[in-house]
Nanobody, 124 residues
Framework: QVQLVESGGGLVQAGDSLRLSCVAS????????MGWFRQAPGKEREFVAAFGWAGVSLYYSDSVKGRFTISRDNAKNTVTLQMNSLKPEDTAVYYC?????????????????WGQGTQVTVSS
């Protein structure tokens, strides 16, 4: 069973940066396909970023492309989301997700493993 623990959220001002981390345990991290999702108040959970095939290709939602960067350190079982130029509309609970299978990176239901989430609040 894979356990995921996120950290790094907080309250920042528009234009600031935050770095979220997700530490995985209980699985074979190098084989996991990792992604980040977020859920704003009153909205559905949405895709933010993920690694593609072989952990090389990177995929981002249009709303964060150019501002957010996903990375991973297999030696530390960690995936990171660097968030720059934050906007108030980035305010949400951010979730780390993982799966072993291939398929749709954007499909929430395809990820069986989820962290508890970390709150990011961006004030204007």
């Amino acid at each position: 069973q894979v356990q995921l623990v996120e950290s790094g959220g907080g309250l920042v001002q528009a234009g600031d940066s935050l770095r979220l981390s997700c530490v995985a345990s209980g699985g074979t991290f190098a084989s996991l396909r990792m992604g980040w999702f977020r859920q704003a108040p009153g909205k559905e959970r949405e895709f933010v970023a993920a690694f593609g095939w072989a952990g090389v290709s990177l995929y981002y939602s249009d709303s964060v492309k150019g501002r957010f960067t996903i990375s991973r350190d297999n030696a530390k079982n960690t995936v990171t989301l660097q968030m720059n130029s934050l906007k108030p509309e980035d305010t949400a609970v951010y979730y780390c997700a993982a799966k072993y299978t291939l398929g749709d990176l954007y499909a929430i239901d395809s990820y069986p493993y989820w962290g508890q989430g970390t709150q990011v609040t961006v004030s204007s």
